[in-house]
C-alpha cells in the first residue's frame, strides 16, 4: 500500500445513487481499486469515509465512484452532513433531487425532477382500480385489460422510473442491485400482461406490476422519512450553535452584530439572558446560570463567572456575559463533538463488513435462483405461467434492502442518541467493546473524586487559633499554583487581606518558608518541619503519620531569631464525586467487576474506595504500572474497560479494550479513548455501557429479520406460496421495519 502514516489524508465524499448492500459494497470495492486507498461507505448517511495518499486527488476518488454507477462530490470539512440534509435525505447542494438510485425526495429539486410523494400519490390512484378491476371478476368489462394495460404504464414505467434508471445505470457497468431485481420482476409482469393482451389471452397480472411498484415507493417513501429521523440528533447538535454574535464595544456595551462565522478567537462579544453563547470562550464580565442540557445531556443548570470557560451552543438562562472568545469553526468544543459523532456514524462493525460482503454476491446469486424456479416449475409440467409468476416473487422478495440498513441505522440513531445525553462514541468498534467487556478500571482523581482539593480538617496545637493558622498558611501557600496550595488559600478567604510575605521560598514537593508578620513561617510535610527546626508536637505528627489524606503542618516562630513551632495540620484532600457510589453500584448492576486503580498510597485509595463501595483496589501505580495491571487483567481473560481522565491514564486508556475518557479531563485522555463522557459525571459511563448493550441488541434483532425474512421467504415464493404482491409488500415492510426498529433507541434514558 503506498503512503505512510505522515502522508495521508481523510477524505469524506457524498454518494448518490445507493439503494442497498450490494451498492455499498461495490462501491467499496470500487474505491479499494485505486492505488492506496481505504474507504468505508455506509448506506444510512450516504457517504464514503476515505483514506488516502496525498497524492491521490479527489478527482481519483470521485471517478472511482462514478465507475461503480454512482454520483459523487468532495464534502466541504466545513459543511457537516447534518446541514445538508432535507426532507427526506437528500442534500441541499442537489435541492431534494432524485437521484439514480431511485432515493427520490420530497422537495423538488431546480432540474424540476419529481418528488417521490408525487410518484407515489400518482402510482396509489391508479394501482387502487387496476386492482379492484383485476381481482374482482363483476368489475370487468368488455377490453379491460386494455384498460389496465394503460393504467399500469404510467406506474411501472412513470412512478417507477428511479428504480429502472438505477438498473440501466448499473447494467452499463455490469452490476446488479436491488433495482435489477425490482426492474425484473416488475417489467416481466408488465411485458407478460402486455403480451397476453396483445395476443388475446386471459390470464394477466397488471395489478403484480402495478401494486409491486406502489408498495416499493410507499417502501422508500417511509424509509426516507425515518432515515431523516435517525439524522436528527447529530442536526440538533449542529443547530445548537448560534448563528450571528454582538459584539462588545470597549465600554462593555452591545456593539456591531456580526455573522459567527466572522468572529476570532480574542474577539469579545455579548450573550444577553436566554441567549445561546456563539463560541468558546472565557467569561470576562458578569454571572450567569449556564444550561448544557443539549451539549451535556445534564438538566441543571451552572453558574459562571469572570473567568469561567463555557461552550458554544450553550445558554445563558439569566445573566448578561461579556465572554472573549478562545475558538471559533471547526475548534470549538461542539464542532468536535459533531465531527466526532460523524465519523463514528460513517464507520463500520465487523457485523456490517460480513452484511455487505454477502450482499455483493446475494443478487446474482437470487437472479441465478430466479431462473432455476422458472425451470423448476416448467420442468415439473406446470407451465409457463405459473413458473413464471414463482420466478417474479423471488425476484421481489429476495430485495437485501433491509440487510444494507440493518446496522448503520442502528449505529445513526445511537451514536446520535448518546451525543444528546452526553456520550461520545467514536465508532461501531466501540459499541461492539462495550458490549463485550466485563471489567471495569477507574482512576480515582477526576473520575472517583472531583479532582479538585479542600480543605477537609484543621487539627490544632494547644493554644492554636485557626483562624489565624489559616491566615497565616494562606499568605505563605498564595505564592504557589499547587493544588494543595489553592485549596488552603480557599479555606482562609474570608473577604480580608491575607499578611504580606517576604523571603518566599517553594520547596519541590516538600512545602513552602517565608516571613509572616516578622516572624519565620512554614507550610509542608514532617520532613520541612524537621529541615526547619521546627519543633512537632507528637499529637500532630501523629495525624500526619496516620492520615489518609495529604498533611500540611503549619508553624511559625513565636519571635524573630527563634525556631517555629508547629501550631496545627491541615488536612487538605480530594472530594469523592456525589454520583459516584450510585455510579459505582449501577456499573455492578450491570455484571460488571470494578476495580480501582490509582497513584495514591494504599490508605488514601481504600479510604475513597470503602466510601464508593469497591472492593479491589490496586495503588501506588505509576502511569507505565497502570499500563501493565489492565495487561495483567487482560491475560487474565478479562474484557476490560479503563474510566480516566488525565495525561498519565492515555496510554491505559488506549491499552484497554475500551477507553472511556471523563469530560472534564484532559485532551490527551479524550483522544485516547473510544468513549467520551462529555457530562461530567461517572454515571455516564454505566449509562454509556448501557447504549452500547442497546444498540447491539438493535442490531442483531435487525439481521435476524434481515437475514431471516430472506432465507425464510424466497423457498416460499420459489414453490409458489407468495405471491409477487405480496412479496412486494412484504419486502417493502422488511425496510421499513429495520429503520422503525432502530428509531427505538430514540427513547434511550
Known amino acids: 500500500m503506498s503512503g505512510t502514516v505522515q502522508d495521508r489524508r481523510d477524505v469524506v465524499l457524498d454518494i448518490q445513487g445507493m439503494t442497498c448492500a450490494s451498492c455499498v459494497a461495490r462501491v467499496e470495492k470500487r474505491l479499494q481499486l485505486v492505488p492506496g486507498v481505504e474507504a468505508a461507505v455506509n448506506l444510512a448517511t450516504e457517504s464514503a469515509k476515505v483514506q488516502a495518499p496525498t497524492g491521490i486527488g479527489d478527482e481519483a476518488l470521485v471517478e472511482a465512484v462514478k465507475s461503480a454507477g454512482y454520483d459523487a462530490t468532495v464534502r466541504r470539512a466545513a459543511a457537516p452532513v447534518a446541514h445538508h440534509v432535507h426532507e427526506g435525505g437528500a442534500h441541499e447542494d442537489h435541492e431534494g433531487h432524485e437521484d439514480h ?43 379491460w385489460q386494455w384498460a389496465m394495460l ?86 440538533s447538535l449542529i443547530d445548537l450553535g448560534a448563528r450571528e454574535v454582538v459584539l462588545a464595544a470597549s465600554d462593555g456595551r452591545d456593539g456591531e452584530t456580526i455573522p459567527v462565522e466572522r468572529l476570532h478567537p480574542g474577539d469579545r462579544f455579548i450573550v444577553r439572558p436566554g441567549g445561546t453563547i456563539a463560541t468558546d470562550g472565557v467569561v470576562e464580565a458578569g454571572e450567569a446560570a449556564i444550561d448544557a442540557s443539549m451539549l451535556t445531556g445534564e438538566s441543571v443548570p451552572v453558574a459562571a463567572g469572570p473567568g469561567a470557560a463555557v461552550t458554544g451552543g450553550t445558554i445563558a438562562t439569566d445573566g448578561r456575559l461579556v465572554v472573549r472568545a478562545t475558538a471559533v469553526g471547526a475548534e470549538t468544543r461542539l464542532a468536535r463533538i459533531a465531527a466526532l459523532v460523524e465519523d463514528a456514524q460513517a464507520g463500520k462493525s465487523r457485523i456490517q463488513r460480513l452484511a455487505d460482503r454477502i450482499s455483493g454476491v446475494f443478487v446474482p446469486v437470487v437472479i441465478g435462483l430466479a431462473v432455476l424456479t422458472l425451470v423448476g416449475w416448467l420442468l415439473a409440467g406446470q407451465g409457463l405461467e405459473a413458473g413464471f409468476v414463482a420466478a417474479v416473487a423471488v425476484l421481489i422478495i429476495a430485495c437485501p434492502c433491509a440487510l444494507g440498513l440493518a446496522t448503520p441505522v442502528a449505529i445513526l440513531v445511537g451514536t ?65 499554583e499547587h493544588p494543595i496550595a489553592r485549596a488552603i488559600v480557599a479555606a482562609a478567604d474570608d473577604g480580608a487581606e491575607l499578611p504580606a510575605v517576604t523571603g518566599f521560598r517553594n520547596h519541590a514537593g516538600h512545602g513552602v518558608t517565608g516571613t509572616v508578620d516578622g516572624r519565620d513561617a ?76 490509582t497513584g495514591d498510597g494504599e490508605g488514601v485509595a481504600r479510604a475513597v474506595a470503602d466510601e464508593v463501595g469497591i472492593q479491589t483496589v490496586i495503588a501506588g501505580v505509576s502511569p507505565e504500572g497502570k499500563v501493565d495491571e489492565i495487561r495483567r487483567l487482560q491475560e487474565s481473560g478479562r474484557r476490560v474497560a479503563m474510566v480516566g481522565d488525565g495525561v498519565n491514564d492515555a496510554a491505559a486508556l488506549a491499552t484497554a479494550d475500551l477507553g472511556i475518557a471523563m469530560g472534564g479531563g484532559t485532551d490527551a485522555a479524550m483522544h485516547a479513548s473510544d468513549i467520551t463522557l462529555v457530562r461530567d459525571s461517572l454515571t455516564a459511563a454505566g449509562d454509556a455501557v448501557r447504549l452500547s448493550r442497546r444498540v447491539l441488541a438493535i442490531i442483531r434483532g435487525n439481521l435476524f429479520w434481515a437475514f431471516g425474512y430472506n432465507v425464510a421467504a424466497i423457498p416460499l415464493a420459489a414453490l409458489g406460496l407468495l405471491t409477487p404482491m405480496v412479496a412486494g409488500a412484504a419486502m417493502a415492510f422488511s425496510s421499513v421495519f429495520v429503520v422503525l426498529n432502530s428509531l427505538r433507541l430514540r427513547s434511550f434514558r
Do not use: C
Open 101 to 143: 438510485s431511485g432515493h427520490v425526495h420530497d422537495v423538488e429539486d431546480v432540474a424540476g425532477e419529481t418528488p417521490l410523494r408525487t410518484r407515489l400519490i400518482v402510482a396509489a390512484v391508479l394501482s387502487v382500480p387496476i386492482l379492484l378491476v383485476s381481482m374482482i371478476m363483476p368489475l370487468q368489462f368488455p377490453g
Open 150 to 235: 394503460a393504467l399500469s404504464l404510467p406506474v411501472v414505467l412513470w412512478a417507477g422510473w428511479p428504480f429502472h434508471r438505477a438498473t440501466l445505470r448499473n447494467a452499463r457497468h455490469g452490476a446488479a442491485t436491488m433495482d435489477t431485481l425490482i426492474t425484473l420482476g416488475t417489467m416481466a409482469a408488465l411485458l407478460w400482461s402486455a403480451w397476453v393482451t396483445v395476443t388475446g389471452g386471459m390470464h394477466v397480472y397488471f395489478e403484480v406490476a402495478a401494486v409491486v411498484t406502489t408498495f416499493l415507493l410507499l417502501g422508500r417513501f417511509i424509509e426516507q422519512r425515518s432515515k431523516r429521523r435517525a439524522g436528527a440528533a447529530l442536526r
Open 416 to 480: 446520535g442518541r448518546g451525543a444528546q445525553r452526553g456520550i461520545l462514541i467514536t465508532g461501531p468498534e466501540a459499541i461492539e467493546s462495550a458490549g463485550r467487556i466485563d471489567t471495569v478500571v477507574l482512576d480515582k482523581t477526576g473520575t472517583v473524586t472531583s479532582g479538585r482539593m479542600t480543605v477537609h480538617d484543621v487539627v490544632l496545637g494547644r493554644g492554636a487559633d485557626r483562624d489565624e493558622v489559616l491566615r497565616i498558611a494562606a499568605a505563605l501557600e498564595s505564592g504557589s
Open 522 to 597: 512554614f507550610a509542608g510535610g514532617l520532613k520541612l518541619a524537621a529541615a526547619r527546626g521546627a519543633r512537632v508536637p507528637d499529637d500532630l505528627a501523629a495525624v500526619a503519620r496516620d492520615a489518609v489524606s495529604t498533611v500540611v503542618i503549619v508553624g511559625w516562630a513565636a519571635a524573630a531569631g527563634m525556631s517555629p513551632t508547629a501550631r496545627a495540620a491541615i488536612l487538605v484532600g480530594d472530594t469523592v464525586r456525589d454520583d459516584s457510589r450510585e455510579a459505582i453500584t449501577g456499573l455492578r448492576d450491570l455484571g460488571l467487576d470494578v476495580v480501582l486503580l
